[in-house]
């Protein structure tokens, strides 16, 4: 099963077209396909996390099925932690979790050191999986990879509850530890952009839903910073974010961290943040995962032209994207469904009498 459309432009020529403000065919498309794609694979999903060949072959077919605009492989949210010393537990049939987390006590924390991105948990392997993906694609698609965000890394490193209680209780502790887990963080994103991959940052711990605004600006925004400053020292410009949940109240400082886009979950209404911040960064998002994942193709369609209406004239741009990654389980014909209403309606230039 694959898409019947044809695209006028690479995913690379179109990225590249998008990011300079220049006509494009379509409107950029991005379904943040993960672990989704060794689900679809097929056979224990342990044995993905552990190939290298595996992860990378996932990623190339899921590729070519769906024609996105995106590709990469990564660590995930805990692989950072992992390789600082986190034990992480590989489900069958789902996605990792933390089992035994590095740091029982701060007493500890300058036993972490740093890690080695070649040597250090699986890390060697992410690096060959996206090595593998990069001369598949050649110059068809720029190949990226996902890093976890400093909250979430760190709540992986102490354990998210007992973290969660030391920003109460222990605030200059957990200071330490940011700039632990940042500094770790950074050496692998100098890997990455060393081999050409742009990395993007993925930050649920800092959800609307667990911390405050307050508690964001505090203790996630200083080290977001650290990672954008070092990805557009690298680049020249700033990171895809990604926060899951409701994050209205701190979009702004989102921006402010350096993101040079802002991945929002479907809770959030496009046009309002496009009112909020559209002019000053582009927006992604934000078709709900629980349709793509247990709707009908019409209904996928649906919230495509939703999205396209609300958001397709955002000052700064917009990229079509999912709410959040793609849930274990998501069937192929939903992604191409989304991949295809892509291309009907947001052909450009973008016909808003379409949409309705």
Not at 277 to 292: D, F
């Amino acid at each position: 099963m694959k898409t019947t459309w044809k695209d006028q432009m690479t995913p690379k020529e179109r990225m590249k077209a998008f990011a300079a403000g220049q006509p494009l065919d379509r409107i950029p498309c991005m379904p943040l396909a993960t672990d989704q794609v060794y689900s679809l694979a097929g056979g224990p999903m342990p044995q993905y996390y552990h190939s290298a060949t595996l992860m990378a072959q996932a990623q190339i077919h899921a590729f070519e099925t769906y024609e996105t605009d995106s590709i990469g492989s990564g660590p995930g949210l805990f692989g950072i932690a992992e390789a600082i010393g986190t034990r992480l537990t590989f489900p069958e049939d789902g996605i990792p979790f933390v089992a035994a987390p590095a740091l029982a006590s701060y007493d500890d924390i300058d036993r972490l050191g740093l890690i080695d991105p070649y040597r250090s948990g699986r890390l060697p392997l992410i690096l060959e999986a996206l090595k593998i993906v990069q001369k598949a694609v050649g110059e068809r698609a720029a190949v990226g990879c996902s890093v976890g965000g400093p909250l979430t890394t760190a709540a992986a490193v102490r354990g998210t509850d007992q973290f969660l209680r030391d920003i109460c209780r222990n605030p200059a502790q957990v200071h330490r530890l940011l700039q632990c887990v940042t500094n770790n963080v950074l050496i692998f994103i100098d890997v990455l952009c060393d081999m050409g991959i742009k990395p993007s940052i993925s930050e649920p711990t800092a959800s609307g839903t667990l911390i405050s605004a307050k508690h964001f600006r505090e203790f996630a925004k200083p080290y977001l910073k650290q990672y954008a400053d070092r990805i557009s020292k690298r680049w020249g410009s700033g990171p895809f974010l990604h926060i899951c949940g409701d994050t209205m109240p701190i979009l702004a400082d989102m921006v402010d961290a350096g993101a040079t886009v802002l991945s929002l979950d479907n809770q959030i209404d496009l046009a309002e943040a496009k009112s909020k911040v559209g002019h000053t960064v582009c927006l992604a998002g934000n078709v709900k995962p629980y349709t793509l994942w247990k709707g009908t193709p019409r209904q996928v369609a649906g919230e495509v032209k939703d999205c396209l209406l609300k958001a397709y004239d955002s000052p700064k741009g917009f990229i079509l994207s999912s709410g959040c990654g793609l849930s274990v389980g998501t069937p192929a014909q939903n992604v191409i469904a989304m991949m295809d209403a892509a291309r009907q309606y947001g052909k450009w230039p973008i016909d808003p009498e379409r949409l309705k």
